[in-house]
């Protein structure tokens, strides 16, 4: 094996373009090498790393209370960026622009209700969403957004609320289908 050493590559030809290897050739990149991109090449700076986690069973609110959903399944987690067992965010230790996405069905008593979900960064809601649920029904509620998180101290979670008069207010995990108990979701991706 010989090792070429350089400040910099450039083509030999007006061609313009400097080919490394042929198809096939693999190149490795070690650990702690860093690639800046400086031109219009894709594929640089996106590592699409993130979460997906659930409820695990149904939960009992509180009427007018604002509660902290505590997802406790990880379904997906290869960075361990969830706490799925003591504070229940997503706290990532990579800084960036995340997708969330949070999904969730209310179960009622026999009043009306509204419900509302609420996306949180570092204690302070974001992005909220409400909807109308009709008496004894499950009302499903889905909201989403983009948070700049810097990769130490940020942190996401959700929380829901459900105002209706009548008694039996719950965030229904297992929903119209009771062998299905990813129904409360929530997942996060970073973009850039």
């Known amino acids: 094996m010989s090792e070429l050493k350089s400040d910099k590559l450039s083509p030999r030809t007006s061609s313009g373009t400097v080919v490394l290897g042929t198809s096939g050739d693999t190149f490795e990149v070690p650990s702690g090498v860093t690639l800046t991109n400086n031109g219009t090449a894709n594929g640089f700076g996106v590592s699409n790393e993130g979460v997906a986690v659930h409820l695990s069973a149904d939960v009992s609110l509180t009427r007018n209370v604002r509660t902290k959903v505590e997802f406790d399944v990880e379904d997906y987690d290869p960075e361990g960026w969830f706490d799925s067992t003591t504070n229940y965010r997503f706290q990532p230790d990579v800084s960036g622009a ?28 974001v992005f909220s969403n409400q909807v109308f649920q009709a008496s004894g029904t499950i009302g499903a509620m889905h909201s989403s957004g983009i948070v700049s998180l810097n990769g130490s101290s940020d942190y996401v979670e959700i929380y829901t609320m459900g105002t209706s008069s009548a008694l039996g207010i719950t965030l229904d995990a297992n929903g119209w289908n009771a062998t299905n108990t990813t129904e409360c979701r929530m997942s996060a991706m970073r973009l850039t």
């Open 98 to 125: 995340y997708f969330i996405d949070a999904c969730l069905l209310h179960g009622n008593g026999t009043g009306a209700d509204n419900i509302a979900m609420y996306i949180y960064k570092n204690g302070a809601e």
